[in-house]
């Protein structure tokens, strides 16, 4: 009988501790995350510089408590794997400078991981049935991407955002009316009960690439609109203006998205990352798929945002190629998927 493969991943790529101990890349003992989501609160997003911080305080500990929980010691693990990429470089570098030192101690195989491989394998997690080819699109607050999974850990990126990454219109958006942050858990909220054909947003065309992205002219029309109502004196329907602005993503994503997956001939489709926890969003395009008849696979809502899981799902395959990383590995805040 085959050994089993145990690997104990590392995220801290931006403001999550995040530590879990993944037995053969689909069972997950622990998943310890220490959010610091609080701490910046107050600052309207992430400081970079308290995040690099509150990791290097947090990292042993939460380390302890993914070991702990999953009731193994480091003699028990096969392979250590870490976020080295895209990210804030100071929180990277606190993750790869710990897994690289635990590697070298205790001469465990070390993976680098890229964060968006991370996301598009959170669906393997939970979904046993879910085998590449497929399109994935991975919308978070740094990255919009439309990915085809050719095989395990083989991408080729189709379409990408050429200004502001989905999440981070939401964020914006969010902020310009006062909801705060995290802004899409914010704007998913506010616009429950609201009216998505309220207000009209545009959807914008990227002419030279029908699959890439573009989110800041929406953002500029949201924040025109407020500013409008305001000179105006008039009121602002915050439901009705969060649930058309999601509607104005959740619209373009799909439209990106579908068109990829005809016109590149799959009939798989899987979201990915912290945007694709919005209720409407995945209501829409779980209700599209089925529209056209294309099998349809998305994380819980815990494994969109960011987690360790995730990376050890991703390193599981990265193991069984034999892709380690060296002692050299760095953090690559603009670390490119392919
Ligand atoms: O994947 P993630 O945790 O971190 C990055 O890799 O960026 O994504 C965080 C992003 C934030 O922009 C956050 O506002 C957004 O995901 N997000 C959501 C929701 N939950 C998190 N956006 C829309 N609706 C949600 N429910
Ligand atoms: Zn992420």
Redesign the pocket.
Known sequence: MNKEILILAFET??DETAVAVVKDGREILSDIIYSQIKLHTEYGGVVPEIASRKHIEKINLVTEQALGKAGVTLNDITAIAVTYGPGLVGALLIGVSFAKALAFASGLPLIGIH?IEG?ICANFIEHKDLRPPFVCLVV????SHLVVVKDYGEYEVIGRTRDDAA??A??KVARAIGLGY????M??KAAQGGNPEAIHFPRAQVTDNEYDFSFSGLKSAVLNYINGAKMKGEEINIADLAASFQKAVTDVLIEHSMKAVFNLGYDTFAIA???A???S?RAEFAKKCTEMKVKFFSPSLHY???NAAMIGQAAFYEYQKGNFSGYDLNAVPGLKLV
């Open positions: 790529s931006c964060h996301h978070s607050g740094g990255h999440g981070e939401f964020d995290p802004g899409g858990p704007i998913d990352g912290g945007v926890a919005n209720s969003l969109c945002t960011d």
